[in-house]
């Protein structure tokens, strides 16, 4: 899959959020000063080329969705991260959030429950 740009990412966030969408949707959600319409429409485009999204046509105005979900985005994503800097191994990926110097105790201890919550359904799952 290929990785969005950043004017695409956030394309494809306000699509998310809205599910289905018509140009003039998406080029509402910006702040201003907002975008040509022009511009968005390219970058929609390419989104739809690249396979996020697909469209429905009403005559000649097209209502876009997206063909992943946001999560199955992110999951991608973050796994081509661990692959390109942490040699494919999720533990050294964990591991550099640990030598992170910001966390305090309480996000320690956090982090720490989440992962015996999830051995246990792991263990739980195996038997």
Same mark, same amino acid.
């Given at each position: ?12 966030q306000y699509i998310w959020k809205l599910k289905?969408?018509?140009?003039? /949707? ?56 661990i692959a390109n800097f942490f040699s494919g191994s999720k533990s050294k990926f964990a591991?550099?959030?640990?030598? /992170?110097? /910001? ?23 195996? /038997?």
């Open positions: 899959m290929k990785e969005l740009t950043k004017a695409e990412e956030q394309v494809m289905k969408a018509f140009l003039k /949707d998406i080029v509402e959600q910006f702040p201003e000063p907002k975008p040509a319409y022009t511009t968005i429409s390219t970058v929609v485009r390419v989104l739809v080329k690249k396979g996020f999204l697909q469209y429905e046509s009403f005559g000649k105005i097209r209502r876009y969705f997206p063909t992943i979900s946001k999560e199955g985005y992110f999951k991608k994503h973050i796994n081509s991260v591991l550099f959030f640990t030598q /992170d110097e /910001d966390l305090n105790l309480t996000e320690l201890e956090e982090m720490k429950q989440m992962i015996e919550q999830k051995i246990e359904k792991l263990r739980e799952n195996n /038997d």
